[in-house]
Structures are given as structure tokens and as C-alpha cells.
């Protein structure tokens, strides 16, 4: 028998098909004027208790938010905390982890070419400063300082103005450009 009854019904739930046979069926025919009556009470009843429940959790909702103000939660508490536990699941992820471990390893590379490129051009400023160009330099540098020294400081009791000694200074290399480029003729004809 009960092989009988499980072939009669299926325990599959009604597909989108069978719901529109069943809404398009009139079973209103079949009914008695007692069956109808109870079925139109207990539609009733339904829709009565809908109602309460809709009503119970409105109430329900409007009490947590009381609850929630109360103990000092709002809307940015909530998202900072949604948010605070995205960040931490997404940090936990194989991806993120793969991510930020290539990330370090890059720019552990990208220090310590730094690193190297400081200290060529630590080198490079060395030799430059070795060199006999810039050993001239800093000798009339030098020179020119110890020049200036002696005329404002120097003999001159009175020790000199600073427009003299920008004057005597500046009539000194010139003379001294002047001898240089003499010099050079003099040199070039030499040769």
C-alpha cells in the first residue's frame, strides 16, 4: 500500500508549471458552502496574524535601535566593524598573501638597487673630488677666500669696506683671466 501512495505522491516541490495549473484550477465548484465559509475565516485569520507579525517586528527593530543607541553603536560603528572584518578575511586570503609576499620581495630589490646606485654615486663624487680639475678649483676657491680674509680683516687698520673688497677682488681675477689668456698665446706660439 504504501508503494501505492508514494507513486500517487510526489515529493518533489511544485515547479512553476504545476503553481500556474494549480492557480488556473477552480476548485471553488467542489467546495461546499461550509468548506468555503472555513476557508475564507482561516484566510482571515492568516492575514490577521500577518499583520501582528509585521507589527511585533517593528517593534522588535525599533527596540534594537534604541538598545544599539544606547550602548553607543550607530551606522559608522557597524561599517567600521563590517569593514574592519572584510580587511581581515581578505588579508587571510591565498591571494593577498601571494600578493603582498611578491610586493616585499620587489621592494626589497628595489632598496637595495638604491642602496647601490647611492653608493656608486658616492664613489663617482669621490674620484670627481680627487681629480685634478677639482683640486685646481678648490685651490683658487681657497685663494680667493683667504684673499678676501686678509683685505677685510687685513692691514688696513680700518679693515676695509665690502664694496673694496669686492672691487680689489674682482680687479684681481680679471687681471688674473687677462694673464691667463696671455699666457696661452704666448704658449700657442711657442708650439
Not at 553603536?73 to 591565498?94: A, I
Not at 628595489?110 to 658616492?122: L, P, Q
Not at 670627481?128 to 683658487?140: D, G, I, V, Y
Amino acid at each position: 500500500m504504501e508503494a501505492q501512495a508514494q507513486g500517487l505522491l510526489e515529493t518533489e516541490p511544485l515547479q512553476g508549471r504545476d503553481e500556474d495549473a494549480v492557480a488556473s484550477a477552480d476548485f471553488s465548484s467542489m467546495l461546499s458552502e461550509e468548506e468555503k465559509e472555513e476557508l475564507k475565516a482561516e484566510l482571515v485569520q492568516l492575514e490577521d496574524e500577518i499583520t501582528t507579525l509585521r507589527q511585533v517586528l517593528s517593534a522588535k527593530e525599533r527596540h534594537l535601535v534604541e538598545i544599539k543607541q544606547k550602548l553607543g553603536m550607530n551606522l559608522m560603528n557597524e561599517l567600521k566593524q563590517n569593514f574592519s572584518k572584510s580587511w581581515h578575511d581578505m588579508q587571510t586570503t591565498t591571494a593577498y598573501k601571494k600578493t603582498h609576499e611578491t610586493l616585499s620581495h620587489a621592494g626589497q630589490k628595489a632598496t637595495a638597487a638604491f642602496s647601490n646606485v647611492g653608493t656608486a654615486i658616492s664613489k663617482k663624487f669621490g674620484d670627481m673630488r680627487n681629480s685634478p680639475t677639482f683640486k685646481s678649483f678648490e685651490e683658487r676657491v681657497e685663494t680667493t677666500v683667504t684673499s678676501l680674509k686678509t683685505k677685510v680683516g687685513g692691514t688696513n687698520p680700518n679693515g676695509g669696506s665690502f664694496e673694496e673688497v669686492l672691487s680689489s677682488t674682482a680687479h684681481a681675477s680679471a687681471q688674473s683671466l687677462a694673464g691667463g689668456s696671455r699666457r696661452t698665446k704666448e704658449e700657442e706660439l711657442q708650439c
